[in-house]
């Protein structure tokens, strides 16, 4: 039986974050940029990159750019925008990825983490990062913040996407935060189709734990894109920054 990360990131993906704009990747990168200090030029991995919102967006800031993903239909969006030419795509699942390594830098944003049941598969996408980074060498992962999350969540809501509507309903169930979608045509378009979404919540001393059990060294924690140090109570997101020793 297929996990839900083999399925659920295809044509219905696309649909259901249609919202999730190119610009609002450029803005992010600009944060990113400044954390990672690097110089143009620079070999940056973008780990499960997705339809290449930031792989584009760093590629366009002066970086050497490869995004990785295990979703073909993701790829192919990715390669149909303008400018993905000067990125190289690969399809690889994260936790065993064809390369040498040598990056300057690894990025994994946008909640890419956590989709696996056991701790150690996360540990092993964490070894990938550590793997493919250059010693001294920098990475983001961008996660959301569990108790956030908690305190936040939207139990059910519904909306539309030209002729589909998108119904997602939430919940808290076993360490995990999980969304289960329908998308059904309207008019009598067709059968609905479903999809769920599973990732495993991690509180920050159990990224710290991961981190260090990787061997990479956790320098920063932001909790957003435009805001300073972490924050328990009132983050958003956890984005964690840090280095290969």
């Not at 750019?65 to 400018?83: H, K, P």
Request: aromatic share 10%; hydrophobic share 35%.
């Amino acid at each position: 039986m297929s996990e839900w990360y083999e399925t659920c990131f295809g044509e219905d993906y696309l649909i259901v974050y249609r919202h999730r704009d190119f610009s609002g990747a450029r803005h992010e990168v600009e944060s990113m940029i400044q954390w990672l200090r690097l110089p143009r030029g620079a070999k940056v991995l973008d780990l499960c990159c997705g339809m290449g919102r930031h792989s584009l967006a760093l590629s366009q800031a002066g970086y050497e750019v490869t995004g990785v993903d295990l979703s073909e239909v993701l790829l192919r969006e990715a390669r149909s925008q303008d400018g993905a030419e000067k990125v190289t795509w690969l399809r690889s699942d994260m936790r065993c990825l064809p390369l040498a390594g040598g990056f300057d830098a690894v990025v994994n944003l946008f909640t890419s983490f956590g989709y696996f049941e056991e701790d150690e598969e996360q540990i092993r996408v964490l070894k990938e990062i550590f793997r493919m980074l250059k010693p001294g060498g920098r990475f983001i992962i961008d996660f959301l913040n569990p108790a956030y999350v908690i305190r936040h969540l939207v139990p059910h809501s519904v909306r539309e996407d030209g002729d589909t509507l998108i119904d997602e309903s939430r919940r808290i169930e076993e360490g995990y935060v999980k969304k289960d979608i329908q998308l059904t045509p309207k008019n009598g378009g067709g059968p609905s189709r479903r999809c769920r979404e599973r990732v495993k919540l991690y509180t920050l001393e159990d990224f710290r734990s991961m981190i260090a059990a990787a061997g990479l060294q956790l320098e920063t924690v932001h909790g957003s894109y435009d805001e300073g140090d972490y924050d328990a109570e009132s983050s958003s997101r956890m984005i964690f920054t840090g280095v290969r020793p």
